[in-house]
């Protein structure tokens, strides 16, 4: 799947980091963005890549300082932990703000930003507040802090992450305040239903903050995909490939695979190079597909029940309420098991241990169950797994 992957390998979207930026960087009392900026779309859908490649550089370009956190780079790290070391990494590049955060937090002598004291020495705990190592760092550099964080969900699954959160809340108020030079946090997301647990509630650290469906790659990325796909001994239409794009989930990895495999097939000739490039894709959607069908048939009749109601329900599942109890009943009743009548709440509980050790579902901290990849719910209604009952 190397084939689409490397730095000048990469379909450029300016506009849209540009429009993006300015939306970022709006400071305009009517802007709701000073609370952060969300986005989302599925995995594999080129978020990081876009962020990386493009929103960097124009946020950059405008004069802003970026910080940007990966919370899947490490998933066993704890989130805020995470996001300390990246604006630690950010500070160190900055001697003066790390002299003056040493200064604030009462470290005295030593060498600035060196061996005898680091960033690393004045962790947070230990008298540096995140609070602290953002002022230290607007005040030096005076720009506009952009804290890009990627994969935010991870911060809502454990109550370090929360904390982590409601510590940023209050950096971006005190840097949004008068003597700094502002914080914007930008967030994305492969799940919109946990990210939009990250703003919907008032004890949440960005409540209100808009959520915006982060765009799939269009068909100018298709005729850049055509025109640039080489090695094959025929052309590659992309009013063909375009439907096809679409129906593997907007995620590129799924067309590169399919030339990946068409590049080896010496035999082929060039009439019919469309042709199996339109068979590699569909085998590629029908392996994911398949995959995920042979998890779900793997489950217990208590387990699939709760997962199909899970499915069914999206936001508003409820798994312990009496009235769900009823609805996985009459799932396990229709898909024909006669053992289970009696649903019990420490059922539940198990199938959900048992659903998210699958990575079919994912919890949030305050025990929220959700599906852990959206598009699961798809390919399961269109294998008509989500009939009646559910
Ligand atoms: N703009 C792009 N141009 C070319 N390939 C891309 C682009 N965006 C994504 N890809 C490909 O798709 C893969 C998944 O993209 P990524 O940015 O990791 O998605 P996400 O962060 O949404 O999970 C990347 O490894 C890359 O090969
Ligand atoms: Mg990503």
Redesign the pocket.
């Known amino acids: 799947?190397g084939?689409?992957?490397t730095a000048d390998?990469?379909?450029?979207?300016p506009d849209l980091a540009e429009r993006l930026a300015r939306v970022v960087l709006d400071d305009s009392p009517t802007s709701a963005s000073p609370s952060g900026v969300f986005l989302s779309?599925?995995?594999?859908?080129?978020?990081?890549?876009?962020?990386r490649?493009d929103l960097i550089p124009a946020l950059t370009g405008a004069g802003a300082l970026v910080v940007y956190v990966d919370l899947w780079s490490d998933r066993a790290a704890d989130p805020g932990k995470v996001i300390v070391a990246a604006v630690k990494a950010t500070l160190s590049a900055h001697a003066p703000a790390v002299k003056r955060l040493a200064e604030k937090v009462g470290i005295k002598g030593g060498k600035v930003a060196g061996i005898e004291f680091s960033v690393d020495k004045i962790g947070v705990g230990d008298g540096a507040t995140l609070v602290d190592m953002f002022v230290a760092l607007s005040d030096t550099t005076k720009q506009l802090i952009v804290l890009l964080i990627?994969?935010a969900q991870h911060a809502s699954t454990s109550s370090a992450g929360a904390d982590a959160l409601f510590a940023l809340k209050a950096a971006r108020d005190e840097l949004n305040s008068n003597p700094h030079f502002g914080l914007r946090v930008v967030c994305?997301g492969?799940n919109q239903d946990k990210l939009a647990m990250l703003r919907s509630s008032k004890d949440q650290a960005f409540f209100g903050a808009p959520l915006v469906p982060f765009p799939a790659?269009g068909n100018d990325?298709i005729d850049?995909?055509c025109a640039n796909t080489k090695g094959l001994p025929g052309p590659l239409l992309p009013q063909t490939v375009a439907p096809l794009f679409r129906r593997a989930g907007n995620?590129?990895?799924m067309l590169?695979a399919a030339v990946d495999a068409l590049r080896f097939d010496f035999e082929l000739s060039a009439d019919r190079v469309q042709a199996r490039f339109n068979e590699a894709v569909e085998t590629q959607i029908h392996d994911v597909n398949q995959d995920l069908l042979r998890t779900i048939h793997s489950l217990t009749p208590i387990q699939a029940a709760v997962f199909k109601v899970m499915a069914a329900s999206g936001t508003d599942f409820a798994p312990f309420e009496a009235a769900t109890l009823e609805r996985y009943q009459r799932v396990m009743r229709s898909s024909g098991d006669k053992e289970h009548r009696q649903m019990q709440i420490t059922n539940v509980q198990q199938s959900l241990t048992a659903l998210q050790e699958k990575g079919l579902a994912w919890r949030a901290a305050r025990g929220v169950y959700a599906i852990d990849d959206p598009l699961t719910v798809d390919v399961m209604r269109r294998h008509g797994l989500l009939t009646e009952g559910c």
């Open positions: 799947m084939t689409l992957q390998r990469i379909f450029h979207r779309a599925p995995r594999r859908t080129g978020k990081t890549t876009f962020l490649q990627d994969e994305t492969s790659l990325f850049w995909f995620r590129p990895e590169g």
